[in-house]
């Protein structure tokens, strides 16, 4: 079952901060990262990043479990690195051709690997203290969205655990009209396939009649909208951001005068 | 009447109104003229696949020109209906699809910032309709844990809090238990000031009637078959309206019981629960039986269905099945059966009619049982012909179950089940949105099963077929 | 009325596309898993994992040919990334710009026709567009290391074809299954129909 619900401990001193000012901050901090391909840059980032984790009320049991594909593509890294990295320098480790190790290898690596870390971590600890109808309401109302585009995709991510519902309940008309696939992984694959056919179809026609009971409480009237839940942006949220961009910006700047900076492009 | 260049303020007029809805032959609603003034309280009567639903539709000016085909012509204050929303409320007859938001308090506060009202009006409103409503819940309560009545009261609350001049309510209270449908009509008798219009679409008149001054009936056919107030309809056309379908007072159906005592037991359900929404329960059917369950809205009625349909894994307890019922696998609990050994044995009928359909024709998804559990052709073909004739579906063989009314939705999904005619059959409201004519039709065909000695299980509100046909009942209470 | 008459989005031309990005986005988060999953198997050969691409770029084609009005294929490809997102991807905030650079690609083709033919050339075009644009944002953001010949180019090359595949062809013929069960009634590519 997927959980949209945000997960951290309310009241927390960042999590509570505007949801525009959040992502911004996250979209920030992870694009300066970007730009380097050097190891210490992204060590120091991820340090501030695990560091700043109580503020927003989050656990780091809860940060490694929503983490944890994570740490698998890190290790996707560096099997496809091992074998074809562009940079072989340095001493040899292993060599049992095609595969080459070398001192090279091993730092260009851990770079990307602690890059990968240091750029998803933000975004996964911004989104799991967000909710979406708080998001929404910020991105009216504090980042000048179009209203009828973001409420609209509000309504439909309403539907994502109604989905997971809906899967079991489609599941369990099949079961009860004798549809099954038993063992047979052919089978299970084409009904696999033919539920999750079923269920795009069935949101859509959901999304239709949405619409339509949207419209039929004024959705699309015309009227200037007001709203009911006030996002506030104040300096704080500026201050998050500036923050984000001093602190990506200092990882940066450290790496640099240790002479380890590699620029991403150049 | 207020008149302002000849148009009556606040009134709806149709002349010579008609919509097919695209994709049909036939047309839901034709020929219509109707007339009703500022502050006239209408119920709206038909059998089940009159267009009733599609006649609000068009009222809420919510027919899209790209959806069908117009004639005739519609009019609300004199304007067109897409142009007179703000002015219109309409409770949809299924409440799922017409929650927006994701908490309680914003999709009641959604039409409100739609309509500009003013960001400090707006939660002192959203309490008010709630509170008129009878909603149990916190305004943060997430709508995706709403049972369906609960979402109903909500949908309700949310078009109240609009205030609006005409309001339309297409069977409010059909998934209601009967005190909450006692409080939602109090409710909408309380929110109607002498300047607010009502038109009801409603079955069950006798429960309606203290809340209008005015019956229309329409015609399947096309145009309106009498008019007038309940008194006079009903003394003039009484005994044919009955026959026709429509649920007039004082015409009480035949009950049916059983022929004899009850057999052998085919199920039994011990401390059954799935926390937190159905505390342990007790129960058990036999053969030749018709038992019915009830209870309060969220008691959890629909999740003992499923569980008892060997489609939810229990949380505590268990479900057993008679050696009479599944023979060797009565060792292994129902949920763990292969599918159409299930289907053949259990076959149930889901609370939301969507939730069950497979295929894209009707007629396809009454053949679909029958086929995989095996029977041959010719048989599949009687039966299904036998059902569609029966139960008023015969002209809609070649139809998406998606685009039926709401009550040939529940009467094809019944009939799915029934044509696989399992020794057990669970039925979750099976009867909701039937008029008269269809709804015993129902009762007949469940009463013909259960005397040929299959067990029946019905979770219900409907007082009706309690009384027409249960022989025990059992209630499940609501949890503190 | 064969192409929609107007580029105002209707209310359920906004709904529909956010669905089918929504439905989409929750594919995204189980397809992260299966893409997961499946690194053993690419294990000798990485690179070809880039054939498993296409389903990323889906609801850009799709929303495109569904909704068929200017800025359809951006609008889904994003929501579903934020959605992905949302529901605590692995790649984190980033997808938001990716899936904004994604819709892009198949945007500009629906945009080059003017959105006014939505046939198999024009959806395989769209997605190779947006193949193309997620290639030139993962050469440079993500592949920057790897051997150019011996990784970077292939896997530029076999994102492309992933997507002019699954989700050019694909996308237009699940638009087509999708209209067929009538779920699309009330949009442009559902016109023609039996009547029962
Ligand atoms: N979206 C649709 N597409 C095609 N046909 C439709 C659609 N909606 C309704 N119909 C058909 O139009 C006719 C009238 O339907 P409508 O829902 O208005 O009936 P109703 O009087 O409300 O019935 P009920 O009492 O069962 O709810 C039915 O035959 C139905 O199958
Ligand atoms: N998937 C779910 N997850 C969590 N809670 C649920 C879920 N489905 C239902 N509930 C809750 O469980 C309780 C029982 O739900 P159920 O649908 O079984 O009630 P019911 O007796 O059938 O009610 P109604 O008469 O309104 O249909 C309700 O309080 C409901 O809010
Ligand atoms: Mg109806
Ligand atoms: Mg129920």
Redesign the pocket.
Known sequence: MIDIQPVAAPGAPLARRNPVAKVAAALVFSFVLLATLDPVAPALAIAVELAVLPLFGVRYRLLALRAWPLLASAVGVLVTLVLFAADRSGRVLLDASPVLVTSGVLVTALGLVLRLLAVALPGIIVFATTDATDLADALIQNAKAPARFAIGALAAFRLVPLLG?EWQMISMARRARGVDAGRNPVARLRLFVSTAFALLVGAIRRGTRLAVAMDARGFDAGVPRTVARRQRFGLADWALIASAAVVSGAALTVSVLLGTFRPLIG | MFREGGVAVGSVVLRGFGWRHAGRKRWAVRGLDLRVERGERVLLLGPSGAGKSTLLAALAGLLPEDSGEQEGTVEIDGLDPRKARERVGIVFQDPESQLVMARCGDDVAFGLENRGVPAEEIWPRVDEALRRVGFPYRRDRPT???????QQRLALAGTLALRPELLLLDEPTA???PAGAAQVRRAVAEALDADTTLILVEHRVTEALPLVDRVVVVEPGGGVRADGTPEAVFAAHGDVLAAEGVWVPGHPVPPRRAAGPAGDLLITADRLGLP???APTDLSVRAGEALAVL???????????LLLGGLLRPGAGRVTASAELAGRDARTPPHRWRAPALARRIGSVF?DPEHQFVTGTVRDELALGPRRTGTPEPAVRATVDELLERLGLAALAGANPYTLSGGEARRLSVATALATAPRLLIC??PTFGQDRRTWRELVDLFAGLRDAGHGIVA?T?DADFVAALADRTVT?ERRP | MNHTDSNRWRTIDIVVAAVIAVAFGVVFWAWGLVWKAADPAFAAAPAAQAIMYGVWLVPAVLGGLVIRKPGAALFCETVAAVVSALLGSQWGGVVIVQGLVQGLGAELAFAAFRYRSFRLPVAVLAGALTGLSAALFDFFVWNSEYALVGYRLPYAALTVVSSALIAGVGGYYLTRALANTGALDRFPVARDRATV
């Open positions: 519902q | 995706a844990a709403l049972s369906g009545g609960e998934n209601l238990d937190p929404r159905l209870g309060p809205n969220g008691a959890g009625k629909s999740t003992l269905a609370q979750d409201e979770v509100h499940l």
